[in-house]
């Protein structure tokens, strides 16, 4: 795997490289420490997975981030930050980020590099207990008027919980065949790009 590291402060910059090469299965294909040059640096190298820190001088990783994403709706931009901020996390959700993770958990990177790598979306455990309560509540979602029927809006509730879709099948029964095509469905109807938006668009606009 590929990845591009970009952090602002070059000696964690560094250290990153290290400990991620060190696994034998990552390679750091370059290290920046800016968003500016996060742009660039994508643009060059097309990394498997860009491992990025939010706060930085200048353009910050999530303006970085939402950039990349714009050009290359297919990048897997995982966010490695010391802060657990929820504007920052709510961000980073919107913009279609894979992930979001401490950088407190260093035992947890390269795990989770390897599971975005997969096409999961992770985010650390602090992260998933606060989803829940950054959400204002709201009336009662409509989800007739959205043309969601109610296997669908079952669905929408597990991935926003974090199951995979072979735990969905397990638990309704389903194939995993029929759950991909559900959570299809699910997000041409609500025109999202991936599962990590309709857990995002379940908590902000379903759950009150």
């Known amino acids: 795997m590929n990845i591009v590291v970009i952090d602002d402060d070059k000696l964690v910059a560094l250290s990153l490289k290290t400990i991620l090469e060190s696994t034998g299965s990552i390679t750091v294909a370059a290290m920046g420490y800016d968003g500016s040059e996060a742009i660039g640096l994508y643009r060059t190298h ?14 910050t990783g999530l303006e970085a981030g939402e950039k990349i994403l714009e050009e290359f709706p297919d990048a897997r931009i995982l966010y490695l930050t010391t ?24 035992d947890g990177i390269a795990p989770a590099l390897e599971a975005v790598m997969r ?36 669905i929408m509730a597990l991935v926003a919980k974090g199951l995979s879709n072979k735990e969905i099948s397990a638990q309704l029964f389903l194939g995993e065949g029929t759950v991909r095509n559900y959570i299809s469905n699910l997000l041409d109807k ?19």
């Open 46 to 59: 097309k990394p498997d997975v860009m491992l990025m820190d939010i706060r930085m001088e200048g353009m």
């Open 83 to 106: 802060f657990s901020d929820d504007e920052y996390i709510v961000k980073a959700l919107n913009i279609g980020a894979k992930g979001y993770i401490l950088k407190q958990d260093f």
């Open 119 to 154: 096409g999961q979306s992770v985010f650390g455990d602090k992260i998933m207990t606060k989803l829940p309560e950054l959400m204002k509540p709201k009336g009662a979602y409509d989800f007739a008027a959205h043309g969601i029927s109610d296997k669908e809006s079952e």
């Open 190 to 208: 609500l025109d999202l790009r991936d599962r990590t938006q309709l857990a995002v668009y379940y908590y902000t606009e379903v759950r009150s």
